[in-house]
């Protein structure tokens, strides 16, 4: 069966320190993969995509990036950490983007003091 | 401009009563239309979705939710809620994984 681990689960970090969060998804190959942020209160936001290695579509342009070095691996990044990218960060992965459904991972939560 | 409402916040119901989650949405056409849950510090999980068809759809848990086009909704329900149901429920729709739109979310709180 398919699996998706996101890591850390808990993170603080300073102002201005780089990010890495990581996920990876087994027991599937050429998953779609994607990073969400959940605010308090509010829906999901997608954050960026990716359809295949090295392919990342981004949707809002802020401070993060993203990278797919393998196929299923999906790395979320920050060079220097902003106030406001405190916040819940969920990976998911599908099957394909039109019908099959999103499987995600238990998310991170982000505090950046 | 699209767009998914969860009118209400937060719903308390008593362990056993039915229920009813509402979502409404603004969408050029008829979108894809998914329900997932999320438990506390947890990802989300799909109940149920609707892609064309039969308007009322089964889901996982005992849940079900109605597609009604002329009032672009697409309302979740479960007869007889378990305390095992608190959580927050997401309705989302769109055309595709990438594309979705996301309500923000109904907190589920069973009262005992």
């Known amino acids: 069966s398919q699996t998706i681990h996101q890591w850390p689960a808990t993170l603080v970090q300073p102002v201005g320190s780089p990010l890495s969060l990581e996920c990876t998804v087994e027991g599937t190959s050429n998953p779609n993969l994607y990073w969400y942020r959940q605010a308090a209160g509010r829906g999901l936001q997608l954050l960026f995509y990716s359809v295949g290695i090295g392919q990342i579509s981004s949707e809002v342009p802020q401070n993060l990036s993203a990278s797919r070095p393998q196929d299923r691996q999906f790395i979320l990044s920050s060079k220097k950490l902003l106030l406001s990218d405190s916040g819940f960060y969920l990976c998911a992965w599908s099957a394909d983007s039109l019908n099959s459904p999103l499987h995600f991972g238990n998310g991170t939560r982000l505090t950046v003091t | 401009a699209q767009s998914v409402t969860q009118p209400d916040i937060h719903i308390t119901v008593s362990e056993g009563a039915s229920l009813e989650l509402r979502c409404n949405y603004s969408y050029g056409a008829t979108p894809y239309l998914f329900w997932y849950v999320q438990s506390p510090g947890q990802g989300l999980q799909l109940l149920l979705k609707?892609?064309?068809?039969d308007t009322l759809v089964q889901g996982i848990k005992g849940f079900e939710a109605e597609f009604k086009r002329s009032q672009s909704s697409f309302n979740l329900r479960k007869p007889s809620v378990h305390w095992s149901d608190a959580a927050e429920y997401f309705c989302a729709v769109g055309e595709s994984n990438y594309q979705l739109i996301w309500g923000a979310g109904t907190k589920l709180i069973i009262k005992p």
């Open positions: 609707y892609f064309s068809g």
